[in-house]
């Protein structure tokens, strides 16, 4: 019974906060906070295009852990450790320093307003426009968290190697579900990854097409610490388009990711998978649904945490 009160507590606590993010947040205290963003975001995807993915993954790197408090983007310190140096962003996170000159831009017109947590959340989703996807309407009031935890972006990010039932149940954890995560796994239709991350895919997996691994092997050798850093774009065929043919490829067996691959070969996803690789609608849809779901993944509202001066470090 107690448990039951404890969850049940902790379930009401999670959507009042989430009840406190309002699109209007900024209205008064900041009207030109959402321009300014944008123009950032835009020039910077403008120069870079894999930039816009950068950014998007960069939002989801900090809300699955601890939650949308920009935690991702502090420095480490003589006497701080933050998340940049884990496993899943060790010398493959960037962006910050796009949010970094967004954020100076903004102070200079609201002088400690506006979260890096919201800067974050609003660059996503102009990350997304800007490469030709969907837009949707951001809830904002987040503040930043003055903590930031190594071990938790080493256990909460999902590794490449993860199979549906490791990827349902560290989506769930979260709070989002299997449509969620099927419809959010779609941002690998930009960006690129590492060998390192798909190197077993290449060499031990059956179902990859078979030209389409060859073309990969020439720059991911075999051996482990072999072009480990090389590059590969998630989705071979329109690297730099938010659209539907990400989800095509995995019907071909062309998923870059162990993790891309296996929504296709499980009758929990496959019918997803088919449904956006014909209804760009739908995943749209569901897409920017998902990304508002994630947003909302225990934010600091109110007097909670801070608005921070520079989003690299607390004040």
Known sequence: ?????????????????????????????????????????????????????????????????????????????????????AGPNAGSIRGMNVIDNIKAQVEAVCAQTVSCADILAVAARDSVVALGGPSWTVPLGRRDSTTASMSLANSDLPPPSFDIANLTANFAAKGLSVTDMVALSGAHTIGQAQCQNFRDRLYNETNIETAFATSLKANCPRPTGSGDSTLAPLDTTTPNAFDNVYYRNLMSQKGLLHSDQVL?????????????????????RDFAAAMVKMGNISPLTGAQGQVRLSCSRVN
Not at 35 to 58: K, Q
Not at 264 to 284: E, F, K, M, P, W
């Open 264 to 284: 296709i070969n499980d009758g929990r996803t496959a019918g997803l998978v088919r449904t956006y690789s014909s209804a760009s609608t739908q995943l749209n």
């Open 1 to 85: 019974m107690a448990s039951s009160l404890s969850v049940l507590l902790l379930l009401c606590l999670a959507a009042s906060a989430s009840a406190q993010l309002s699109p209007r947040f900024y209205g008064r205290s900041c009207p030109r906070a959402l321009a300014i963003i944008r123009r950032g975001v835009t020039a910077a995807v403008r120069s870079e295009r894999r930039m816009g993915a950068s950014l998007l993954r960069l939002h989801f790197h900090d809300c699955f852990v601890q939650g949308c408090d920009a935690s991702v983007l502090l420095s480490d310190t003589a006497t701080f450790t933050g998340e940049q140096g």
